[in-house]
């Protein structure tokens, strides 16, 4: 059975870091993309950033120069190191593995960025 839990999230001052964690369970998380989606107060939930199998990794125009997606296979986790916070980064923060074209989320954490 597929499981995807997130950690890390908190209460951060703007301009300070967070580094979010995913961590999955089963044998497909080396073999599929993995992404980070957010979801801010009152708004829709939207793309973070993204990184494939391979490594390649896209981000939202936002959070560009800011973030870092990256993944350990052997530990199956997926990271999002986040620095230069502000509070527009405020949000719920999603994981998100793709498999076969079928999408499994994790439960969210929530990351505050205060001013």
């Known amino acids: 059975q597929v499981q995807l839990v997130e950690s890390g999230g908190g209460l951060v001052q703007a301009g300070g870091s967070l580094r979010l964690s995913c961590a999955g369970s089963g044998s497909i998380f080396s073999i599929s993309d993995m992404g980070w989606y957010r979801q801010p107060p009152g708004k829709q939930r939207e793309l973070v950033a993204t990184?494939?199998?391979?490594?390649?990794?896209n981000y939202a125009d936002s959070v560009k120069g800011r973030f870092t997606i990256s993944r350990d296979n052997a530990k199956n986790t997926v990271y999002l190191r986040m620095n230069s916070l502000k509070p527009e980064d405020t949000a719920v923060y999603y994981c998100?593995?793709?498999?076969?074209?079928?999408?499994?989320w994790g439960k969210g954490t929530p990351v505050t960025v205060s001013s």
């Open positions: 998100k593995m793709t498999y076969t074209a079928i999408h499994y």
């Open positions: 990184i494939t199998t391979g490594g390649s990794t």
